[in-house]
């Protein structure tokens, strides 16, 4: 069997920005069913927060590719 | 012309799985030239959304016609959803680079998914890193014309009411991540995001080939499982690659609110 032992890495690495962006999209949809005219607003602000835990992973496989 | 990238098929019966060279493309005119597949998405990418859109205000009229409603639901999408919640009235002049912006990444990326191409543009990192470079100098430049080359530095790094010594430790982490951090984190994100979503299409739809093709007997009918997620994974990725470059705009729109505000 062949690899790189850098994609495990990534997996573990993977685990924290998962679960940053699993309790963001709970927070949404906790205030979206609270509060269900203030989707609109609350949209943006999780797709921002969505996209600044998601870059953690990103930087992850970009470094498991370079390294 | 190279359509698929011929250097990496799989040979013999052990499957390959695709990697990082799956992304290089020998030229398309044969060997000596420099023009890639990769390249020729762009070119397309930029005729078709210049295209679009001089369509859609060629006659511009008070009733819009069909091409005139699309142009003007895009136009108005980022003006009002995009630049209306983050810079506000002061954004009207950003609206026409932050469209385009998005048009264009959005092509590109969806290209990822279109058949014949199937090869997302901004999956190569020299693409993503030019748009947010200039990005980059927008976001400076009209925070320097706004508050002047030493106003703009010091509403970045010493915010007014804040203990000095909190600033020792505030000032340099500000200056990393507002000049530095930024154009980096917006070309890696839609970079590495296309590029892991073609690996991931890529590995689905070989690995079905392979089992399809090269195993044969009883592993043809597992093929269908991977098959299966590859037309899931394609609509998923329809989905990553709007939505990404909806974030690289929005981050955009952000950043320049941010060199606009008064006070940080």
Redo the contacts between chains.
Sequence with gaps: MEGNLNMVGYGLAAIGPGVGIGLIFAAYINGVARQPEARGVLQGIAILGFALAEALAIIGIGLAFVL | MHLVNVAQAPEGDEFHAPG?GDFEFPPLFGEGTFFTKPMLVVVLGALVVGVVFYLASRRAAMVPAKMQFVGESIYGFVRN?IVG?TIGREGRKFVPYLTTLFCFIAVLNVSGILPVLQFPATAKIAFPLVLAIISWVIFNYVGIKKHGFYGYFKAMMFPPGLPKPICVLLAPLEFLSTVIIRPI?LT??LT??M??GHLVLLLTVLGGEYLLVEKGGGFAVLSVVPFAFSIVLTFFEAFVQV?QA??FV??SA?YIAGALADEH
């Design positions: 990082p959803d919640d984190t890696l994100r590495l995001n590029f892991a939505l909806y974030v929005l981050l952000l």
